[in-house]
T-cell receptor, first 109, second 111 residues
Framework: DAKTTQPNSMESNEEEPVHLPCNHSTISGTDYIHWYRQLPSQGPEYVIHGLTSNVNNRMASLAIAEDRKSSTLILHRATLRDAAVYYC??????????FGPGTRLSVLP | DAGVTQSPTHLIKTRGQQVTLRCSPKSGHDTVSWYQQALGQGPQFIFQYYEEEERQRGNFPDRFSGHQFPNYSSELNVNALLLGDSALYLC??????????FGPGTRLTVT
């Protein structure tokens, strides 16, 4: 199982880029790296995932270290609606998802 | 298109009782996973169902059991409730191994 560590909290100014780090030192070669975010009183929401290469979608970018021991979720321009708890997780072929402790992102206007 | 729905929204039970939580997956999804989320913590994986079989299980005791029906909906059963079972129970659906879509959860309080 991929065990992950994340900073407890981070702060960003609105419309500035945000880099959210995650360490997953025990990740296996077949574990995908997923990122989800959770707003208050809601279930987690999928953000992005990848295996080895950097990934981009309409919400964010995912940068994966060459040794896959860490990854960074990049929000290019933070908005107030991006304030949430962000979780990284390891996924072994869609089974046995292991969430990290989560980073609470605050976005300042 | 309705997303993942869960019922009930809130539930209060007494220690030692049994509880059943229900989940309807997003249309077109065939895989359902259940998670337990204690206050202030990340979700913890309980188990996953695919083709009406439990495919994978996290580190939870046998008091936690589940079922998936032919229409892909699912139930989570917890027997002999303990105070520590109080949590938000999340259901997530997916199509095979693709990204998961989560429901709003069921808040279970055990007194």
């Amino acid at each position: 199982d991929a065990k992950t560590t994340q900073p407890n909290s981070m702060e960003s100014n609105e419309e500035e880029p945000v880099h959210l780090p995650c360490n997953h030192s025990t990740i296996s070669g077949t574990d995908y790296i997923h990122w989800y975010r959770q707003l208050p009183s809601q279930g987690p929401e999928y953000v992005i995932h990848g295996l080895t290469s950097n990934v981009n979608n309409r919400m964010a970018s995912l940068a994966i270290a060459e040794d896959r021991k860490s990854s960074t979720l990049i929000l290019h321009r933070a908005t107030l609606r991006d304030a949430a708890v962000y979780y990284c997780m390891g996924d072994n072929y869609g089974q046995n998802f292991v969430f990290g402790p989560g980073t609470r992102l605050s976005v300042l206007p | 298109d309705a997303g993942v729905t869960q019922s009930p929204t809130h539930l209060i039970k007494t220690r030692g009782q049994q509880v059943t939580l229900r989940c309807s997956p997003k249309s077109g999804h065939d895989t359902v996973s259940w998670y337990q989320q204690a206050l202030g913590q990340g979700p913890q994986f309980i188990f996953q169902y695919y083709e009406e079989e439990e495919r994978q299980r996290g580190n939870f005791p046998d008091r936690f059991s589940g079922h998936q029906f032919p229409n892909y909906s699912s139930e989570l059963n917890v027997n002999a409730l303990l105070l520590g079972d109080s949590a938000l129970y999340l259901c997530a659906s997916s199509l095979a191994t693709q990204e998961q879509y989560f429901g709003p959860g069921t808040r279970l309080t055990v007194t």
